[in-house]
């Protein structure tokens, strides 16, 4: 497979958990929810701190998570483990539960920082995702794919209150629900192949 063709090959694999994991459509209720009372302004302010924010983290844990892992003397096959038993975890949680809970923080456009740059774009299941993602496809790959999605985010944030007149918010929570049985099952895959490495 020429080098072009195996790049695109492994973004495109890249791309679709690393979505799966920042789920950006079954964000769309809190962020509505915390930005409702805002103007334009302000929730242009908060569109813009939560994707510097969450981009700041991802690619800082991208390019120095390894090397902090490899300090401590933690493998590949046990961080595929862990990883996927804390994806697992995730997942489980959102499925069972009817709606994310919406943390109590002041209603200012900070919530663009915590909690929606952090921890609920960029969070567990992201960060793991990510370092999964570059072991199995390389960093660059990884990182064409997590621009991107980051992209998709901003513009799902910046079109919610539309996407929500089509879908509704109840349908924004059952997309959130498929979403997070793809990341149970992307969880799974993870152990698996963790314990095969191991084993």
Do not use: C
């Not at 409702?36 to 302000?42: F, H, L, P, T």
């Not at 009817?98 to 960060?127: K, N």
Request: aromatic share 8%; hydrophobic share 60%; glycine share 8%.
């Amino acid at each position: 497979m020429e080098p072009a063709a195996t790049f695109m090959h492994d973004f495109i694999l890249a791309l679709i958990p690393l979505f799966v994991a920042m789920e950006p459509v079954g964000l769309i209720p809190i962020y509505l929810a915390m930005t409702r009372a805002m103007d334009k302004g302000q929730k242009r302010n908060v569109l813009f701190y939560s994707v510097i924010t969450a981009a700041a983290i991802t690619i800082a844990f991208l390019l120095v998570g390894r090397a902090v892992f490899l300090a401590l003397g933690i493998t590949i096959s046990d961080f595929q483990i862990a990883g996927g038993l804390i994806l697992l975890s995730i997942a489980i949680v959102d499925i069972v539960h009817t709606a994310r809970m919406v943390p109590g923080v002041p209603l200012t456009i900070g919530v663009g920082i915590v909690p929606i740059g952090t921890p609920l774009i960029a969070g567990p299941a992201a960060l793991t995702t990510l370092l999964m993602l570059s072991d199995l496809y390389g960093f660059t790959a990884t990182l064409a794919a997590l621009l991107v999605n980051l992209v998709i985010v901003w513009l799902v944030f910046f079109s919610a209150e539309k996407i929500v007149v089509y879908i509704g918010e109840n349908g924004a929570l059952g997309v959130s629900k498929v979403i997070s049985l793809l990341l149970a099952a992307i969880a799974v895959m993870m152990i698996r192949r963790g314990l095969e490495t191991l084993f």
